[in-house]
């Protein structure tokens, strides 16, 4: 039963944010179609954000109704428009709409916005679900979280997506008086995928039905004080000891055996006692790493990878996505909840944040570009970014789960805060004021 019950949280974590970081790495084909060209990812960075709307809306709700709102009825509801919406998106997705005498891709939008909206809401709803669970299955969900970003990750690297090459392209003058020989110019020219967009958005929609389906399946599961302190207590201070804050059913006349087991249990228990100010130093790192890894850092990746060539750009993608759920296994079997550590990891992962940034910044020319060293560091550095920031929100959480089912949904909160701050910050900083330059792979001449 624990196997089959991880196998659950994993696959219902899949359906958290599969959706928008499917389309996020589908971009590289769909900007060569949709009207909007390169400034499509601008248009989905406000609307995924005008989606933070659905955890607003439930975060006021458990403020100012307490314990009324139905947070499975919830979870069904954006499921199930998760996979109505990733259907109509297969047939939909390049339909356009005149407006304002241009065209323009209103149904993509209107679609990645529900879309949006399931994906930023699974963050307030939910994490406080897999309260109900044993401590245990909450790493196991945040392993299906991180897979939500590896799988259609490397279902993109199959398709092709974003793969180049550099073709010699001849010119021919008009004039036909024109004696003088044909030009040779160097072009990018992108190959074509190994299957269609519509199959991708299609394999999105498999996914959430799969999401929903171990869904169904664990809000059956009973709730009994027995399954949550099943093997709750290991031997060392495992991530699988905490369980204080359930309010399960208790048999109002027990005997004084089994009283006297609890006793012994809540004893043997963590007590999740932490300072204001400790509380305030947590949710400032929930702010901050969700802010770099799902704001900051995201709106640059292709000015820090992409001068170093395809290749570096495609194992940082592919790389990074792999070392999210890397740290949550490691954050199973190694937990640490000091938060003197997780703050130097923290900080570590920032230097590495810091470095993908400047790189981005001197884009098109970073250091070490065309050398095997800079490749290598480009990658190594969005690897340890990913891996150790995403350590750090796994235990952070589990730290959370630790107090309180309102520690969670205000972890949530915080979590759309960050995200939020991020996108808004880089925005203009891209869009506006062009601080981030980008080249052409082939034609691109940088000083020695």
Request: aromatic share 10%.
């Amino acid at each position: 039963m624990p196997l089959y019950i991880h196998v659950l949280a994993c696959a219902f974590g899949l359906g958290s944010w599969v959706s928008i970081n499917g389309l996020w790495v589908e971009l590289p084909l769909i900007v060569n179609i949709l009207p909007e060209g390169w400034d499509l990812p601008s248009y989905l960075t406000i609307i995924i954000q005008l989606a933070n709307l659905g955890p607003l809306l439930v975060t006021l709700a458990h403020k100012f109704c307490p314990g009324r709102l139905r947070e499975n009825l919830v979870i069904y509801a954006v499921l199930s428009i998760g996979v109505v919406a990733c259907v109509l998106l297969a047939v939909f997705w390049k339909n356009t709409t005149m407006l304002l005498g241009q065209p323009r891709s209103t149904a993509f939008f209107i679609l990645t916005f529900f879309l949006a909206l399931v994906d930023c809401t699974s963050s307030v709803t939910f994490l406080p679900f897999m309260m109900q669970l044993p401590a245990k299955y909450i790493t196991t969900y945040f392993i299906g979280e991180g897979l939500s970003g590896l799988v259609p990750g490397l279902v993109a690297l199959a398709q092709g997506v974003g793969m180049s090459k550099c073709v010699n392209v001849s010119q021919v003058s008009d004039n036909l008086t024109d004696s003088e020989p044909p030009t040779f110019i160097v072009e990018t020219q992108y190959l074509p995928p190994n299957f269609s967009t519509e199959i991708f958005f299609s394999f999105l929609a498999v996914m959430t039905a799969i999401s929903m389906g171990a869904f169904l399946i664990l809000n059956r599961l009973p709730r009994t004080f027995e399954l949550s302190t099943e093997n709750l207590v290991p031997d060392s201070d495992a991530v699988a000891t905490v369980c204080s804050g359930l309010e399960g059913p208790v048999d109002p006349n027990p005997n004084s055996q089994e009283e006297e087991e609890k006793k012994q249990i809540r004893e043997l228990l963590p007590k999740p006692l932490h300072s204001d100010y400790q509380l305030a130093f947590i949710y400032f790192m929930v702010v901050w790493v969700n802010g770099a890894t799902n704001g900051l850092l995201p709106s640059v990746q292709t000015f820090s990878c992409m001068p170093y060539g395809n290749m570096a750009y495609h194992l940082s993608a592919a790389l990074s996505a792999v070392a999210n759920p890397v740290a949550c296994i490691i954050a199973m079997f190694f937990p640490k909840r000091s938060l003197v550590f997780l703050g130097v990891l923290c900080l570590l992962g920032s230097v590495f944040g810091g470095y993908n940034m400047a790189m981005a910044a001197m884009s098109p020319c970073p250091l070490l570009q065309h050398t095997p060293l800079g490749d290598a560091i480009i990658v190594l550095s969005w690897v340890f970014f990913t891996g150790l920031l995403s350590y750090v929100k796994v235990m952070v959480g589990v730290i959370l789960r630790d107090r309180s089912h309102s520690a969670l949904v205000w972890c949530g909160a915080a979590v759309q805060t960050g995200s939020l701050l991020g996108s808004f910050i880089m925005f203009p900083l891209v869009n506006i004021y062009h601080l981030f330059q980008s080249g052409d792979v082939c034609n691109t001449k940088c000083p020695l």
